[in-house]
């Protein structure tokens, strides 16, 4: 086997074997599934409650790409003006360093009075909790562009927004697809915590559901779905990366 296929293959063993280890510490021990379930117990009643699963996924799913949306468009137009201009750096970032330090769950109530019960907070949520990644990587990419590379375009008649536009932005896509990868995590989190308080429907709303009704094995499916999609997303970010910026990693060009 080929390191390749070693790399390729080694996330799904380790898993495989993390869901058999599981599997045998609830039966050696009879683990209640009041408890912790089983994974069996787990997968069965996923099976038996997949359209309700399913339905609760897709709500989650589009608000939190809805979210996810506004934060790329935010994160990147705040990290240009922030990278592009040494003040705005100065002024800006520790102000928005500040921010992404208060819990975001703390604002799910302040956006229920503002926005009401629905996908408004899920929304919001998603979006103040994933904006700051993109938005900083795309400030440093810009921001530590070399001074010598900069001079020199300088000396061959670049303006400044030249050397920002078709220099500095290219340069900081790398950064850019790290940040999404990061970010669409992060989103989904704040969907799934906004939803347990601020929601009818989603995943985070069936967690409280199945918790109340001491249907664990439900609870963790749903996080297991939660879990899925955005390792699904994380994916699909790895492969747009590595289709557009093969050159900035050793040994892509090769693949």
């Given amino acids: 086997m080929t390191q390749k296929q070693l790399e390729t293959w080694s996330p799904w063993v380790l898993l495989l074997a ?15 599934e009041f408890i912790f ?14 359209g309700l699963i399913g339905g609760h996924a897709w709500r989650t799913f589009w608000v939190t790409m809805v979210g996810f949306g506004i934060a790329i468009v935010v994160g990147v137009l705040l990290g ?3 990278g592009s201009s040494r003040l705005a750096y100065a002024a800006v970032y520790p102000l928005m360093t500040a921010f992404n330090a208060l819990p975001k769950a703390a604002f799910v109530p302040i956006l229920v009075v503002w926005f009401g019960i629905g996908a408004g907070p899920a929304i919001l949520t998603a979006f103040l909790i994933s904006f700051f990644p993109i938005m900083v990587n795309i400030a440093t990419g810009l921001a530590t562009l070399e001074p ?11 303006k400044r927004w030249d050397v920002l536009v078709k220099v500095g932005l290219p340069r900081s ?10 970010a669409i995590t992060l989103a989904f989190v704040g969907t799934t915590v906004s939803e347990m308080t601020a929601a009818n429907e989603g995943i985070g709303y069936l967690l409280i559901s199945a918790g109340s ?15 899925a999609m955005a390792m699904a997303m994380y994916e699909l970010f790895s492969f747009i990366e590595k289709r557009t910026t093969g050159w900035a990693h050793r040994g892509s060009q090769g693949a």
Avoid: H, N
């Avoid at 590379?149 to 061959?156: G, H, I, N, Y």
């Avoid at 896509?173 to 990061?182: A, E, Q």
């Fill in 148 to 158: 010598e590379l900069e001079d020199v375009l300088r000396v061959l008649g670049a």
């Fill in 213 to 227: 009704a001491m249907q664990m094995g439900l609870a963790f499916a749903g996080l297991l779905v939660v879990g």
């Fill in 173 to 182: 896509m790398p950064y850019f697809y790290g940040s999404l990868k990061v």
């Fill in 80 to 82: 240009f003006v922030i």
């Fill in 37 to 50: 379930p089983s994974p069996s117990r787990i997968a069965t009643q996923f099976w038996e409650y997949r």
């Fill in 18 to 32: 993390v869901l058999l280890l599981w599997q045998a510490i609830c039966s050696a021990f009879a683990v209640s």
